[in-house]
C-alpha cells in the first residue's frame, strides 16, 4: 500500500462555500468565547446575581413505580424560611411532551407527579425556601403516602403480557406512532429468503449498551425572576432555549412573550440540557413567590435523575457466503426511553434510517420498539439513536468475520456501501468513503490488509445491480414473527394519567383535557373563578387525597389563562418557534 | 445560627464577611463576596472544579468551611491576572484550545498555577499529577495538559 492513502474529499453540497484546504484536525483552533473562559467570566446562569434569591429543591420519589396516595406538606410549609411549596396542582397544564412543539407524540408527562410516580428521582413537589439549606430541610419535612407498585426495568419484560403499565398514555408501553404503529418497522428485500439460503452461514449476536449519563460538570438549572414590565427573566444552562421557552409557555400557560429567556453559555450539555425541566418550575415559582427563584440540581440529582442516554438492546442475525459476503441482515431493537418519552421516540426513527449501517446489503429487515421502563426517562445524548446500533453493528461485524475466518477490516471493505448503491431506505449512497477509512485506520495501525483490499475504491464498483430495490416481502398485517404480541389493550379515548389524573392540573379549567390533542378544544378553557374556592383545592378523584391535603395556599392558577397563540388550531401551538405564525 | 465574623485576603485585598456556621467557601466567595469565577460542580470534593488558592495551596472550596480562611490569602482566577495582563496559563489555555465548555476551565487554571508557583519547569508527569483532582467532561486532558506545559514555557521567558 501506498504510504499516503488519500481519502478523496468530494462535495456536492456547498460547493461555492467550502475551500478544499481542510487542515483544521490537530490544530488548535480559538473560539470566540475563550477570553470569558480564561478569566473565568463567561456568564454561566448561575453568574447571575439576584438580590433576595430563593432556592428551590424538589421532593423525589424513592420508589421506581408508586401511587401517590397523600402529599403532606403542613409541616415543611411553617419550616423556617419556607416560602411557598408547589404541587401537580399549582402548574396550569400539568402535561407535556417535549416533541408535541413539533406535534409529535401524546402528552405524557407532568412536570410535578400527582396520581403516580414512575421513576426513583421523580418530581412530586417543589419547596422554594431563603436558602438551599432551610430547602432541604423542608423537602425531608414533606410527607407522601406512597403505596408501591409493581415496577418493571426490562425493556422485553415491559412488553410481555402482564407487565406493570408504566405510563397510562401508553397502555402497551410503546410509544405507538401516529397513534398506529407499535414500532419502527424496515423491510428491504427478503431475509427469510437470503436465511434459507444452502450457501450461507448464519450468524446471530445479541448486544446492549447500558443507560450513560451525560455528566456535564455544570448541574442543569435556571434561575427566573419577575421584571419590571410583567415578562419573567430566565436565565438557563438549557443546550435548546427556544424549545425551553416553548415548553415553559406551554406548561404555565402563557404567552411566550412574557418570558424573557437568555441563555447561550454551557457548563458542558451533551445532548443533557435540552429536557427544559427547570425553566418552568423556576419561572412558576418566581410567578408564585414574586422574588428570584433558584432551581439547580446538585450532582446526585444530575446522576440520577438527569435523563441520560438510554438503554438499547440489539438482536442481530445476518446471512453471509464463505467468501464474506453478507447477503442478509435482521434487526431487532429495543430502545429503553424510561418512564416518559422525551426524545426517545425520535432516537428510534433515527436508529431505523441508519440501518444496515454503512454496508450494501440486499436483504435488510428491522423492527425497532421504544419501550418505556420503570428507569429514568432518557434523553438526547451525542449522536443518540445511532450510537448504540452501531455498537452493536461493528460487533457483529467481527464476529462475522470471525465465523467466516477473514481479517475483520478486509470483511468492511468488501461489505462497504459504495457511490451509486442504494440503501435500505431507498436513497443513493453517495460521498461515501468508508473503504477509504479502513484503509487509511489499517495503514495508521499498521495493520496489513491484502493488495486487493488496499486498492478498492468507493467511487467505483457501486451502483449498476447494487442500485437497484429488491422486491420486498411485506406481512399482512404490519407485524413480523418474533415480535411481542401486544397486549389488547387499545388506546383509551383519552389517554390519562389514570390513576388519579383527575388532581392533576387543571382542576377548574375542565376544558382542558389531559393530553392536549393537536387540534385543541373548540371552546377556549373557561375563565376560571377569580379566587378558587380556597376549601376546595380540586375536584374529583383520589379521594384519599382529600381529607388530609387543605394547605393554606391555594392552587396556582393564571389570572387570564392564555388563550392566544398556544390554542390557535393546527398543529404549531407556540408563537415563539420562529416561522411558525407566518405559515 | 451563629453568625461568625471572618478576615481574609482575596486575591490581594482585604475581605471582612459574616459567614454562617457551615457555610463553605464557595458560596461565600461567590454570594458573598460577588467573586463568580470559582464554580459548583459537585459540592462533594469529586471534581476540582470549585479549586482556589489558599495560601498557595489548591484547595477545594465547596469543602472549605469558610472560617478555616481567617487570615489567610485567597486566590481565585479574577486574581490571575497582572492588571490588563493576563496570567501566561491564561493566554496559553487560549491559544491551545484547553477549553470549550470553560465550565472546568478555572479549577483547572488554579491547580496549574499552583504547580507552576512550586514547580516553574514540570515534567509533563508533574502536570497530569496536578490537575488529576479536576475533571474535564469536554475539552479532554492533551491540550490541558499542553497548555501547562507552554505556559510554565512563556512564564519562564517572562522572567527572563
Known amino acids: 500500500m501506498s504510504s499516503q492513502t488519500r481519502v478523496e474529499l468530494r462535495k456536492d453540497l456547498f460547493a461555492d462555500e467550502r475551500d478544499d484546504n481542510l487542515n483544521e484536525i490537530g490544530r488548535p483552533t480559538a473560539r470566540q468565547d475563550i477570553l470569558g473562559h480564561v478569566t473565568g467570566r463567561s456568564p454561566f446562569f448561575d453568574d447571575h446575581q439576584f438580590d433576595g434569591l430563593l432556592h428551590m429543591r424538589c421532593v423525589r420519589s424513592p420508589h421506581h413505580h408508586a401511587r401517590i396516595r397523600r402529599i403532606d406538606i403542613a409541616a415543611a410549609e411553617r419550616m423556617p424560611g419556607v416560602r411557598r411549596i408547589i404541587l401537580g396542582r399549582d402548574v396550569p397544564h400539568n402535561l407535556n411532551t417535549l416533541l408535541s412543539l413539533i406535534d409529535f407524540g401524546r402528552d405524557d408527562e407532568p412536570l410535578l407527579a400527582t396520581g403516580k410516580v414512575s421513576y426513583v428521582g421523580e418530581a412530586v413537589a417543589a419547596v422554594i425556601a431563603e436558602t438551599e439549606r432551610q430547602a432541604r430541610d423542608a423537602v425531608a419535612a414533606v410527607r407522601v403516602d406512597w403505596e408501591v407498585l409493581p415496577h418493571v426495568l426490562d425493556p422485553e419484560e415491559a412488553l410481555a403480557p402482564g407487565a406493570p403499565i408504566v405510563n397510562e398514555t401508553w397502555p402497551r408501553n410503546v410509544f405507538e406512532y401516529h397513534d398506529k404503529y407499535t414500532h419502527q418497522k424496515l423491510r428491504f428485500g427478503d431475509v427469510e429468503r437470503a436465511f434459507a439460503r444452502p450457501d450461507v452461514e448464519i450468524v446471530e449476536g445479541r448486544y446492549q449498551m447500558s443507560p450513560i449519563e451525560q455528566a456535564p460538570t455544570e448541574t442543569c438549572g435556571a434561575i427566573a425572576a419577575p421584571e419590571t414590565n410583567g415578562r419573567y427573566v430566565c436565565h438557563t444552562s438549557t443546550q435548546a432555549l427556544f424549545f425551553s421557552l416553548g415548553t415553559t409557555a406551554k406548561l404555565l400557560d402563557m404567552p411566550s412573550s412574557r418570558l424573557h429567556f437568555i441563555g447561550g453559555t454551557v457548563g458542558g450539555g451533551f445532548g443533557g440540557k435540552v429536557d427544559s425541566l427547570h425553566e418552568p418550575l423556576a419561572v412558576l415559582g418566581a410567578i408564585l413567590t414574586g422574588a428570584p427563584v433558584k432551581y439547580i440540581w446538585d450532582r446526585a440529582e444530575e446522576m440520577q435523575v438527569g435523563a441520560p442516554r438510554g438503554a438499547e438492546r440489539w438482536y442481530l442475525k445476518d446471512a453471509v457466503t464463505r467468501d464474506g459476503r453478507i447477503v442478509a441482515r435482521r434487526f431487532r431493537g429495543y430502545f429503553d426511553c424510561g418512564a416518559y418519552t422525551r426524545l426517545s421516540s425520535y432516537a428510534v426513527q433515527k436508529a431505523t434510517g441508519h440501518l444496515p449501517g454503512p454496508y450494501t446489503i440486499e436483504n435488510v429487515s428491522s423492527d425497532v420498539y421504544c419501550v418505556f421502563t420503570n428507569r429514568t426517562p432518557a434523553t438526547a445524548m451525542r449522536g443518540f439513536g445511532i450510537t448504540g446500533v452501531d455498537f452493536a453493528i461493528e460487533c457483529h461485524m467481527d464476529k462475522v468475520a470471525e465465523r467466516v475466518g477473514l481479517d475483520p477490516i478486509e470483511l468492511r471493505i468488501l461489505n462497504a456501501y459504495r457511490d451509486g448503491d442504494m440503501k435500505a431506505h431507498r436513497r443513493l449512497a453517495k460521498n461515501t468513503a468508508l473503504i477509504e477509512c479502513c484503509q487509511v485506520a489499517a495503514e495508521k495501525a499498521g495493520w496489513p490488509i491484502r493488495p486487493e483490499f488496499a486498492a478498492m475504491s468507493s467511487l467505483t464498483g457501486g451502483g449498476g445491480d447494487r442500485a437497484a430495490i429488491p422486491e420486498t416481502v411485506t406481512d399482512e398485517e404490519g407485524r413480523v414473527d418474533g415480535t411481542p404480541a401486544a397486549r389488547p389493550a387499545p388506546r383509551p379515548a383519552a389517554p390519562a394519567p389514570a390513576p388519579a389524573p383527575a388532581t392533576a392540573s387543571t382542576s377548574a379549567r375542565p376544558a382542558a383535557p389531559a393530553t392536549r390533542p393537536a387540534a385543541p378544544p373548540a371552546t377556549p378553557p373557561a375563565a376560571p373563578p377569580v379566587a378558587p374556592p380556597v376549601s376546595a383545592p380540586a375536584p374529583a378523584a383520589a379521594p384519599a387525597e382529600r381529607p388530609q391535603e387543605r394547605p393554606a395556599q391555594k392552587p396556582y392558577q393564571p389570572q387570564e389563562p392564555f388563550t392566544r397563540g398556544v390554542k390557535k388550531p393546527g398543529a404549531h401551538r407556540f408563537s415563539s418557534l420562529s416561522g411558525t405564525r407566518r405559515r | ?160
Open chain 2, 1 to 160: 445560627m451563629a453568625r461568625t465574623p471572618v478576615e481574609f485576603r482575596l486575591n490581594g485585598a482585604e475581605k471582612a464577611v459574616f459567614v454562617e456556621g457551615g457555610a463553605n467557601l464557595l458560596d461565600v466567595l461567590r454570594r458573598g463576596l460577588g467573586d463568580m469565577t470559582p464554580k459548583y460542580g459537585c459540592g462533594q470534593g469529586t471534581c476540582g472544579t470549585c479549586t482556589v488558592l489558599v495560601d498557595g495551596r489548591p484547595q477545594l472550596a465547596c469543602l472549605t468551611l469558610a472560617e478555616t480562611v481567617a487570615g489567610r490569602e485567597v486566590r481565585t482566577v479574577a486574581g490571575l491576572p497582572d492588571g490588563a495582563e493576563l496570567h501566561p496559563l491564561q493566554d496559553a489555555f487560549m491559544e491551545n484550545f484547553a477549553a470549550q465548555c470553560g465550565y472546568c476551565t478555572p479549577g483547572m487554571l488554579m491547580a496549574a498555577a499552583a504547580l507552576l508557583e512550586r514547580r516553574p519547569d514540570p515534567s509533563r508527569e508533574e502536570v497530569v499529577e496536578a490537575i488529576s483532582g479536576n475533571i474535564c467532561r469536554c475539552t479532554g486532558y492533551e491540550p490541558i495538559i499542553a497548555a501547562i506545559l507552554d505556559a510554565a514555557q512563556r512564564r519562564r521567558r517572562r522572567a527572563s
